[in-house]
């Protein structure tokens, strides 16, 4: 393959994610791979007792989500690093909604998340100063601010001073079906502080049927959310940061893609993932609406390079490197007819 014709194939694929984000029903699945390196990934603790190591990598979530709540100008490498990530990101989000035509597609974005750390919350704390939208964590209330799932689905306009017209304000939703360190049961609910909680709500990654019947029910409701949104036609759903080993979801995934309307890209942080992900599937190659892209897939623009111990360079794919595919996303990426 002559390097024109594969820098032709990898501007092509960019060019269709960025179509498919401003006219399609927008989503993101993100997982753990996004939070690291202020977050070490399960597999890198040396632990072999599973309990042990939620316990270890519990308390480590716990330390980064304090330390992320801190005053920006205290907040230590790497997680300030990790922290402007997902600012950035949230930011190219929303220019991308900006875009969008509200009359056809709702200018919202549905981020699940199985990290239960603060960096998403903390972004959207940053990108507000700079951006008008509605962070919507599925809460009502004041002082004690409820969560409840049928706060999801609502959008929110801005009416001009004379009644002249209205505008949609774009939105960012976001569902955390493991829970997240901020969150306290009391009762049958679950509050949502601003600050860490002793006791923090969170389904640990050894699975939910361990856990009491109360954990089990909120883990189904937010899980029913996430199906529902994309049962949903003319919808698009981003994964990153996720290898698909979490099986409940795994089994919504391959459920979600019977419906036609939806389209999946789900990008691999090295080459050598695409088989993981496929294996933690149940595939043997990828589907007309499930496609897997790795480094290899894209230019030098869009991926990372890294030196080995070797002294051999390899390349990956993270959340900077969606977010710069994101940050040209235009108008001009609608004018070449249908996705």
């Known amino acids: 393959m002559s390097e024109e014709y594969q820098n032709k194939k990898n501007d092509e694929i960019v060019k269709k994610i960025r179509k498919l984000a401003i006219t399609k029903q927008l989503n993101f699945l993100i997982g753990s791979g996004t939070s690291y390196p202020a977050i070490p990934l399960m597999g890198m603790i ?15 979530v716990k330390t980064v989500s304090e330390q992320i709540l801190k005053d920006i100008s205290e907040i230590e490498n790497p997680i300030s690093i990790t922290l402007d990530n997902y600012a950035e990101f949230l930011s190219k989000i929303l220019d991308i909604l900006n875009l969008s035509n509200s009359r056809q597609t709702p200018r919202t974005t549905n981020l699940f998340t199985t990290n239960y750390d603060l960096f998403i919350e903390k972004a959207a704390d940053q990108v507000l100063h700079a951006y008008r939208f509605v962070f919507n964590d599925g809460a009502s209330g004041y002082f004690e601010r409820k969560l409840d799932s049928s706060n999801y689905n609502r959008t929110v306009s801005y009416k001009g001073l004379n009644d002249n017209y209205t505008n949609e304000i774009p939105s960012v939703t976001l569902i955390k079906p493991h829970g997240s360190m901020n969150w306290e049961k009391k009762e049958d609910s679950v509050l949502i502080r601003s600050t860490i909680v002793d006791d923090p ?7 939910y049927e361990e856990q009491e019947t109360f954990y089990n029910n909120h883990f189904h409701e937010m899980l029913r959310v996430f199906q529902l949104e994309l049962d949903k036609p ?7 940061g996720f290898s698909f080993q979490d099986n409940h979801i795994s089994k919504m995934i391959k459920r ?4 036609p309307e939806l389209m999946i890209f789900a990008f691999g942080f090295a080459d050598g993932d695409r088989d993981i992900y496929l294996n933690n599937l149940g595939f043997s190659d990828d589907r007309s609406n499930f ?15 890294n030196i080995g111990t070797d002294g051999e360079n390899w390349y990956s794919f ?3 490197n969606l977010t710069s595919i994101l940050r040209g996303a235009s108008l001009e990426d609608l004018s070449d007819g249908k996705s």
């Open 201 to 207: 709500v969170i389904v640990k990654p050894t699975g």
């Open 256 to 259: 979600a893609i019977q419906n």
């Open 234 to 240: 003319q919808s698009v759903l981003f994964v990153i």
């Open 46 to 60: 040396e632990e072999k007792d599973n309990e042990q190591r939620n316990r270890i990598l519990a308390q480590k």
């Open 318 to 320: 993270t959340l900077p």
């Open 291 to 305: 496609i897997i892209l790795t480094p290899k897939d894209f230019s030098d623009d869009y991926r990372t390079k």
